[in-house]
Nanobody
Framework: QLQLVESGGGLVQAGDSLRLSCAAS????????MGWFRQAPGKEREFVAA????????YYADSVKGRFTIYRDIATNTVYLQMNSLQAEDTAVYYC????????????????WGQGTQVTVSS
């Protein structure tokens, strides 16, 4: 069973940076794409970023492009989301997900999810 554990969330001010981490257990992690999603209160879960199993390709939602960077360390089974120039609209619970062999923005195509980490940006 593959498990994901996110960390790194917190309360920051607009313009600040945060780095989220997602630690995976299970050797099959290396063969899956990884994604980050977020869900704000009263809103649907939305795609944020994704990366291929090799780390060679990434994809971002337009709302975070140029501010967020996703990368992974296969050796430690960890994927990161570096978030810069945070805005109040970025406030949400952030989830990492895996289980898809390809990059996808569709949440239902990911089989494994973490418990989420709260990011709150004050303006």
């Amino acid at each position: 069973q593959l498990q994901l554990v996110e960390s790194g969330g917190g309360l920051v001010q607009a313009g600040d940076s945060l780095r989220l981490s997602c630690a995976a257990s299970g050797s099959i992690f290396s063969y899956y794409a990884m994604g980050w999603f977020r869900q704000a209160p009263g809103k649907e879960r939305e795609f944020v970023a994704a990366i291929t199993w090799s780390g060679s390709h990434t994809y971002y939602a337009d709302s975070v492009k140029g501010r967020f960077t996703i990368y992974r360390d296969i050796a430690t089974n960890t994927v990161y989301l570096q978030m810069n120039s945070l805005q109040a609209e970025d406030t949400a619970v952030y989830y990492c997900a895996t289980g898809s062999p390809f990059i996808t923005t569709k949440s239902y195509e990911y089989d494994y999810w973490g418990q989420g980490t709260q990011v709150t940006v004050s303006s």
